[in-house]
């Protein structure tokens, strides 16, 4: 049984920062792709960050150079680092693992930034 469990959230200052974690088992998290994902009340759920197997990147134009992914496999852990956090980033963080046909998320994690 897969489970992603995510770590983190909390309510911030704009400006501040946070760090963002989901811890993966059941699932062979080296191969897995994992993503960040982010739903604004009101507001489609949307990819934040993504992180491959061979560790390559990909992230939301609203994101670049404020927030880092990045994966421990040693763990089965993946991270969000967020950086000079804006109002517009509040929202529920999702985690999301995909590995051939398997496709789990986690609960969600609150992230609020205040003006």
């Known amino acids: 049984q897969v489970q992603l469990v995510e770590s983190g959230g909390g309510l911030v200052q704009a400006g501040g920062s946070l760090r963002l974690s989901c811890a993966a088992s059941?699932?062979?998290?080296?191969?897995?792709?994992m993503g960040w994902y982010r739903q604004a009340p009101g507001k489609q759920r949307e990819l934040v960050a993504g992180?491959?197997?061979?560790?390559?990147?990909n992230y939301a134009d609203s994101v670049k150079g404020r927030f880092t992914i990045s994966r421990n496999n040693a763990k089965n852990t993946v991270y969000l680092q967020m950086n000079s956090l804006k109002p517009e980033d509040t929202g529920v963080y999702y985690c999301?693992?995909?590995?051939?046909?398997?496709?789990?998320w986690g609960q969600g994690t609150q992230v609020t930034v205040s003006s």
């Open positions: 999301r693992a995909v590995l051939s046909r398997y496709d789990h």
């Open positions: 059941g699932i062979i998290f080296s191969s897995a792709f």
């Open positions: 992180i491959g197997s061979a560790s390559n990147t």
